[in-house]
C-alpha cells in the first residue's frame, strides 16, 4: 500500500485526467490502479517513467501472480460528482462469444445511466477491453455502503442481472474496494 501511494503521488505528477489507487475490502493484499490518460502517448510516457520502472522492479518479488493490466475503451463513462467516494465496486462482465456483445453493451449503457441516478452515486462508468471487446469493466463508485446496498437491490440492477445472465461467458465478478 504504501509503495502504491508513493507510485500515485509520482504519477499524478505525469499529468493524467485520473489516477486513484484502491484497496480490496475483502482481501487487503490485493489494488486495483484506475487511470485515465489523454492519449496513448501520455499513457507510454508514463509507463516507460522512471517510477514507474521502479515501482514494477521493487514490487515483482512481492507479487503472488503477475501484474493484470485490463486496458479499457471507454463506452458509457460520465463526469464524477463531486463527492467523496467510500466504496467502490469494480465488475467484471465476460458475454460469451457469438452471444450478443453489440446487445450486452446497450444493456450495460442503459444500466450505467439509470444507476448514476440513484442516491449516493458518484460514478458509474464503463468500458471493454481494448483487445476482448466482448470483456467489460463497470466502475462505481458510492457516498457510502447503504448506497452501494440500495443500488444492489433497486429494480433496474435485479433486471439488468437477469438480462445479461443468459450471455455470461464467466461467473458475474463483483469485488469491493475503498479508496487509499
Not at 10 to 36: C, M, W
Not at 92 to 118: M, N, Y
Not at 148 to 164: I, K, M, N, S
Request: overall charge positive; cysteine-free; aromatic content about 8%.
Amino acid at each position: 500500500a504504501t509503495m502504491l501511494k508513493r507510485l500515485a503521488d509520482a504519477s499524478r505528477k505525469d499529468g493524467p485526467v485520473r489516477y486513484e489507487v484502491l484497496q480490496r475490502t475483502t482481501q487487503s493484499n490485493q489494488f486495483v490502479l484506475l487511470e485515465i490518460w489523454k492519449t496513448q502517448q501520455a499513457l507510454d510516457a508514463h509507463a516507460g517513467a522512471a517510477h514507474t520502472r521502479q515501482f514494477r522492479e521493487q514490487v515483482a518479488p512481492l507479487l503472488v501472480a503477475p501484474i493484470d493490466e485490463r486496458l479499457l475503451v471507454a463506452m458509457a463513462v460520465a463526469p464524477p460528482r463531486e463527492a467523496r467516494s467510500t466504496i467502490y465496486v469494480v465488475t467484471h462482465i465476460d458475454v460469451a462469444p457469438g452471444t450478443g456483445r453489440d446487445v450486452a453493451a446497450r444493456f450495460l449503457q442503459a444500466f450505467a445511466e439509470q444507476s448514476r441516478k440513484d442516491a449516493g452515486n458518484v460514478r458509474f462508468d464503463v468500458g471493454h477491453q481494448r483487445d476482448r471487446t466482448n470483456h467489460f469493466t463497470a466502475i462505481e463508485a458510492w457516498a457510502d455502503q447503504r448506497s452501494d446496498d440500495g443500488h444492489e437491490l433497486a429494480p433496474h440492477t435485479r433486471a439488468f442481472r437477469t438480462q445479461v445472465a443468459p450471455m455470461l461467458g464467466a461467473l458475474y465478478d463483483q469485488r469491493l474496494y475503498k479508496p487509499l
